[in-house]
């Protein structure tokens, strides 16, 4: 019933002395030695918490056993329904402990009812082991990280095309080079280079990331491949990527919804247009489902790291082939130059972070999203690369169709104008702890 949407469902992780760092739930769990457990505690910002689109909410909660051991390694979820389900399926009681104790006011995504979730006794029984809470939740987490980019993207492509339909409409100013439509008042912003700029920065990651999240859910489905060693490739995929994709589209699409609003001028501030519910919108991404400099860590210090690097060797072993079968002087070269160019940046910050950052852990929480958008840039140059050959043999095979003709454009600006920025970041990645650390907190 929730697969089919007639159940709504909610994840109620945090609490008001904890977010990031869920070992200091306070949640309590008590057995009844029946095989449920009573659960009582505070749950705050949890999207979807009361509502009556659905007949039923299915509440994942975390909380700790009593007598389980501190910190996260004591954690265990609940599933604790709103209304309990009867042996043949059917509603029974209201799970009365478990309710909503207020709404939280935000300045976005005001189409989800964001609850403060007060549990009294309420009844829940044991989803998985005794104190693996954090082990389970992450299945659904990992997934909803990538929900969470690609929900990122999917404003920041709205807020664009809202964007572009606005750049066509209104009058301001003539061309540079002279007026383009010389029957109207003015030209339409169109003919603005800085106003191509910013739509083209828009389009290139909008692009760009619409191709990242579709490679991901290639590798999402190629985890189940007979051939165990693919299925293993992609596995070790999802988890270099995941963060990856969470962080920078996020970041992104937030950039994106900012430029869109830009296009707009005063418009865009203002309520007129969509642009700035899309601005608000996209800012939450950026911090649930862990914010993305917690994303960060979990590239450099984890996902990096695992079984001795292996899923990092092997994304340079892919981009490796990939450049040397499209090598050559062919139409796609400042593609596959810029690839090789962000690769080699990518590969650089990597043995920097192995050099620098097990000797001091304060350096590899300083480069990490830094390290990470040099990783988001090197993916969407990858994308890019492949597009561009893609659209490049249907050009070769004498198409017309201006979808091919206007991916290239796009992808040009993406290397020309947008992957440069491998090089600053990785300089500021390489200046180390020093300059964020010798600052005394008091300050501040
Ligand atoms: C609209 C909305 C909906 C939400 N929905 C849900 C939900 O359905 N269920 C749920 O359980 N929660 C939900 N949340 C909570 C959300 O997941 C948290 O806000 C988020 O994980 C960050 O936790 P926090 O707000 O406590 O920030 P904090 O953990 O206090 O972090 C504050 C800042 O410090 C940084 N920081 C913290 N620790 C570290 C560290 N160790 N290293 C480096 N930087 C660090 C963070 O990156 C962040 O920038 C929601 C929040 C909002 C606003």
């Known amino acids: 019933k929730m697969a089919t949407g007639e159940w709504g469902g909610t994840m109620n992780l945090t609490e008001p002395q904890c977010g990031t760092d869920l070992g200091l739930i306070r949640t309590k769990a008590v057995p009844n030695g029946d095989g449920s457990y009573n659960i009582t505690g505070q749950k705050i910002w949890i999207s979807s918490g009361e509502h009556d689109f659905t007949d039923n ?5 975390l909380a700790r056993i009593e007598g389980a051991p501190a910190g996260i390694k004591g954690i265990s979820l609940f599933v604790v329904p709103k209304v309990f389900v009867n042996e043949d399926g059917s509603l029974g009681e209201r799970n009365v402990g478990a309710a909503c104790a207020g709404l939280e006011h935000k300045m976005g995504i005001h189409g989800n009812a964001t609850c403060v979730m007060a549990y009294e006794n309420a009844k829940g029984w044991l989803v998985g082991t005794e104190n693996k809470g954090m082990a389970a939740m992450f299945v659904m987490m990992n997934e909803a990280r990538l929900g969470t980019g690609l929900q990122g993207l999917s404003i920041g ?9 606005f750049a066509h409409d209104r009058l301001q100013g003539r061309s540079l080079t002279g007026p383009k439509s010389p029957e109207l008042p003015a030209d339409s912003i169109m003919v603005h280079p800085d106003v191509r700029r910013m739509l083209l920065e828009a389009r290139a990651f909008v692009e760009g ?13 190629l985890q189940h491949s007979n051939d165990e060693a693919e299925a293993q490739k992609a596995r070790d995929y999802m988890g270099l990527i ?10 992104k699409g937030f950039h994106v919804a900012s430029l869109a609003m830009q296009v707009h001028g005063g418009s865009g501030y203002t309520e007129h247009f969509a642009a700035s519910q899309y601005l608000r919108d996209a800012r939450i991404t950026m911090i649930y489902e862990g914010a ?3 994303q960060a860590l979990d590239l450099v210090g984890r996902k990096l790291p695992a079984n001795g690097g292996r899923a990092i060797m092997t994304w340079f072993a892919d981009i490796d082939a990939f450049v040397s079968e499209n090598g050559g002087e062919t139409p796609i070269k400042p593609f596959v130059d810029g690839l090789t160019d962000a690769k080699k940046k990518l590969q650089e910050g990597t043995m920097w972070l192995m050099q620098n950052g097990m000797q001091n852990p304060d350096n590899a929480g300083a480069a990490s999203t830094d390290y990470l958008h040099i990783f988001g ?6 994308m890019w690369a492949q597009m561009a050959k893609a659209a490049q043999a249907q050009v070769d095979a004498g198409s017309t169709d201006p979808f091919y003709a206007n991916k290239l454009m796009t992808g040009r600006y993406f290397v020309e104008r947008i992957l440069p920025d491998t090089g600053a970041h990785l300089v500021k990645m390489k200046t180390g702890a020093e300059v964020l650390m010798q600052m005394p907190a008091e300050a501040f």
């Open 157 to 165: 492509t709205a807020a664009y095309q809202a964007a572009v339909e």
């Open 209 to 221: 990331g619409q191709a990242f999240t579709l490679w991901t859910a290639l590798q999402a489905d």
């Open 57 to 61: 909410i299915i509440h994942l909660v």
């Open 292 to 294: 993305n400099g917690i």
């Open 242 to 251: 995941t963060p990856v994709l969470k962080a920078y589209l996020t970041d």
């Open 377 to 382: 840039l090197t993916a969407l140059a990858y």
